[in-house]
């Protein structure tokens, strides 16, 4: 019984693993076809890699939602880091419900009720105060972080709760102020969820389509935008092949995080 229990559970997971990443190898294998059909394969070529490089179009687009998931996820773990500490180290006050709400809010909200909100808000401010001039960059940066910030506080305000408070204590009873017992000894200590609520914030800043199509303007197309209004009408090799880099790229950045990770354990 306990040898057809063990042989269910290996069965199960790897049909789990195999759901969540065959598409992602047929998608890297299919890059280097030498057809543009992705249901053939008719021979080995990096003729689509090349292509990619002469679609400016769609290299544009991936720089800026590079640039912008950087800009965002770090923005999100500066706000979020200071949320998430408040959160778990100087509540309940008054108005805590509200302040748990409010932060919380990006979490449970669908994104196209955010995305409308925040652009009513945009439009509202340009009207009083002329800033921003028009949807770009600081817009679809804006609404990122607004999505991001909810789910950097979750990380951080956990991580902060398990921390063993008597370290932060023995530092104040030595003379240590609270700004300084916060950079020396508990930023360094939840260091590695930072990292890990980066890269969380930096995949949802990436990943987003919804937000950053109430937000964006004229010129500012990003890569999940524009890689959703090529695929209405056929999926391109030349998609498969920047979503190959995209997928080395993190993964590198991944690995990289993970060993942080393990040497700061």
């Given at each position: 019984m306990k040898a057809h229990g063990s042989w269910f559970k290996w069965l199960a997971l790897g049909l789990g693993f195999a759901f969540l990443y065959i598409p992602i190898i047929s998608l890297v294998v299919f890059s280097f076809n030498d057809s543009a059909l992705s249901s053939s394969?008719?021979?080995?070529?990096?003729?689509?890699?090349?292509?990619?490089?002469?679609?400016?179009?769609?290299?544009?687009?991936?720089?800026?939602?590079?640039?912008?998931?950087?800009?965002?996820?770090?923005?999100?773990?500066?706000?979020?880091?200071?949320?998430?500490?408040?959160?778990?180290?100087?509540g309940p006050f008054k108005g805590f419900s509200l302040y748990i709400g409010m932060l919380n809010a990006p979490l449970v909200i669908p994104d196209v009720i955010l995305g409308i909100s925040l652009l009513l808000m945009i439009i509202e401010l340009r009207n009083i105060t002329g800033f921003p001039e028009s949807n770009g960059v600081f817009t679809i940066w804006l609404g990122h972080v607004t999505l991001c910030v909810a789910y950097v506080s979750v990380v951080v305000s956990t991580r902060v709760r398990e921390l063993d408070r008597s370290l932060e204590e023995a530092a104040l009873d030595l003379g240590a102020t609270p700004r300084r017992v916060f950079f020396s000894i508990t930023l360094p200590l939840i260091a590695p969820a930072l990292v890990s609520a980066w890269l969380l914030a930096f995949t949802l800043s990436l990943d987003d389509v919804v937000i950053a199509s109430f937000l964006n303007g004229p010129g500012f197309t990003t890569l999940p935008i524009e890689v959703f209004s090529r695929v209405r009408l056929g999926i391109k090799p030349e998609v498969n092949a920047l979503a190959t880099i995209f997928i080395v790229v993190v993964g590198t950045i991944v690995i990289v995080a993970n060993r942080f990770q393990d040497k700061n354990k």
């Open positions: 394969w008719s021979g080995f070529s990096f003729k689509w890699y090349k292509s990619l490089m002469e679609d400016q179009a769609l290299l544009n687009a991936a720089w800026l939602s590079f640039k912008i998931a950087v800009m965002s996820a770090t923005m999100a773990v500066i706000v979020g880091t200071w949320a998430g500490y408040v959160l778990a180290r100087k």
